[in-house]
């Protein structure tokens, strides 16, 4: 029994060690400022080949609001091996959410016309030959569409539809994500994911089979945005305008993490170490630029976001609700069996935990929220962009 015990306190030591996640990329606390942060919350490239531009147009703007999340950055670290936690986001419903984009979208337009700019919105580019030829890979909006592990409801403005951005793709039918337990699961179900997860390198097959089918969608979805990039240049030229491609993205981010040996004694309904989660304006919101002068084809000015930009608003405190369904707590159970008999072998393991946790902020601090940093967000940009001209 000393030996078991020992084995048992080394393993969860050594896993303890061990960071659930490997925090990889940078986080930059927002307070929205454009004096004092456009420096350090955008990074910029190629404003000098708008020099001249009188004119812009914005085939697309478009929102991403979060609507589920693992808390990791897109340069974070993902072990199949560790503990998982999902965030579904029960906020605005989409007239709301349409609301925002649309307020949006006409603050942007003013910002640029104030810098003595003509605006041509997303239904003049569509009126025009070399745009219309992309309509065949656009969708309606709202619709939800997943980065990696996050999905997100992206919303369009002036009825426009949108071209799926870079990194994105239509969302797996149903909204699941990863390999997450539903309700329904039987146990036969659960004993097959669960065993899958307890095969070592051929469990790890599966997962690397999973990231190539990943990869071969993104690549898929490559292809749609160089058609797009493709095009500005062409509509560049048809409209003698600058054009001008505006998305703005709000995910979820984990601020403090706990190790992954204490998932060993967590439950669906007591997790050591409360995650804490807060609204980011996420590093794939980016301003894209094409000039319109011919000599400058292929030149292009981007305005991007290098890192996580965390809200100052705390709106998640207290809004933190456990929803394991019941396969999962029992793929939790088994889990924690299957790492604690490895270790009593005297071989390795790991955790493999997973935990769901819906987000219920009150529905006016959230809007409040993601309105206010949107908004600091394109008074940074439109900042940088008023020297370019």
């Keep these: 029994?000393?030996?078991?015990?020992?084995?048992?306190?080394?393993?969860?030591?050594?896993?303890?060690?061990?960071?659930?996640?490997?925090?990889?990329?940078?986080?930059?606390?927002?307070?929205?400022?454009?004096a004092s942060e456009s420096a350090t919350a955008v990074a910029v490239t190629g404003l000098e080949a708008l020099r001249g531009a009188r004119s812009v147009v914005i085939p697309q703007f478009t929102v991403e609001f979060v609507e589920r999340s693992s808390g990791l950055s897109a340069k974070q670290v993902r072990r199949q091996d560790s503990i998982e936690v999902n965030y579904k986001v029960v906020a605005l419903g989409d007239a709301e959410r349409q609301s925002i984009t649309n307020q949006l979208y006409s603050r942007w337009?003013?910002?640029?016309?104030?810098?003595?700019?003509?605006?041509?919105?997303?239904?003049?580019?569509?009126?025009?030959?070399?745009?219309?030829k992309l309509a065949k890979n656009s969708r309606p909006a709202p619709e939800l569409i997943a980065r990696g592990e996050t999905l997100s409801r992206i919303y369009s403005v002036e009825g426009s539809p949108f071209l799926m951005p870079a990194g994105a793709a239509a969302a797996p039918a149903g909204g699941a994500t990863g390999t997450a337990l539903g309700a329904a699961d039987t146990g036969a179900a659960v004993a097959s994911k669960v065993g899958g997860r307890a095969l070592g390198r051929?469990?790890?097959?599966?997962?690397?089979?999973?990231?190539?089918?990943?990869?071969?969608?993104?690549?898929?979805?490559?292809?749609?945005?160089?058609?797009?990039?493709?095009?500005?240049?062409?509509?560049?030229?048809?409209?003698?305008?600058?054009?001008?491609?505006?998305?703005?993205?709000?995910?979820?981010?984990?601020?403090?993490?706990?190790?992954?040996?204490?998932?060993?004694?967590?439950?669906?309904?007591?997790?050591?170490?409360?995650?804490?989660?807060?609204?980011?304006?996420?590093?794939?919101?980016?301003?894209?630029?094409?000039?319109?002068?011919a000599n400058r084809k292929g030149a292009r000015a981007t305005l991007g976001v290098p890192a996580d930009l965390v809200f100052q608003e705390d709106i998640f405190a207290g809004k933190l609700v456990a929803d394991n369904s019941t396969g999962q707590n029992v793929a939790n159970v088994a889990n924690r069996a299957l790492f604690v008999g490895a270790a009593i072998a005297g071989g390795s393991g790991a955790v493999n935990q997973r935990y769901n946790f819906n987000l219920t902020p009150e529905t006016a601090a959230y809007s409040a929220a993601v309105t206010r940093n949107l908004s600091a967000i394109e008074d940074i940009f439109l900042a940088r962009l008023a020297t370019a001209w």
């Design 1 to 34: 029994m000393k030996t078991i015990g020992i084995a048992l306190l080394s393993a969860v030591a050594l896993s303890a060690a061990q960071p659930a996640w490997a925090q990889e990329s940078r986080r930059i606390d927002f307070r929205g400022n454009p």
């Design 109 to 132: 337009v003013a910002g640029l016309k104030a810098q003595g700019l003509q605006v041509f919105g997303p239904r003049d580019a569509m009126a025009k030959a070399s745009w219309a």
């Design 202 to 293: 051929v469990g790890g097959m599966f997962g690397m089979a999973r990231s190539l089918g990943k990869m071969g969608s993104s690549l898929g979805n490559f292809g749609g945005t160089w058609n797009y990039a493709a095009a500005e240049p062409a509509l560049a030229t048809e409209m003698n305008a600058a054009v001008m491609t505006v998305r703005l993205v709000v995910d979820v981010r984990e601020t403090d993490m706990a190790s992954r040996g204490l998932g060993l004694f967590r439950t669906a309904g007591s997790y050591k170490g409360k995650p804490k989660p807060k609204l980011v304006i996420d590093e794939s919101t980016q301003v894209t630029v094409t000039p319109p002068v």
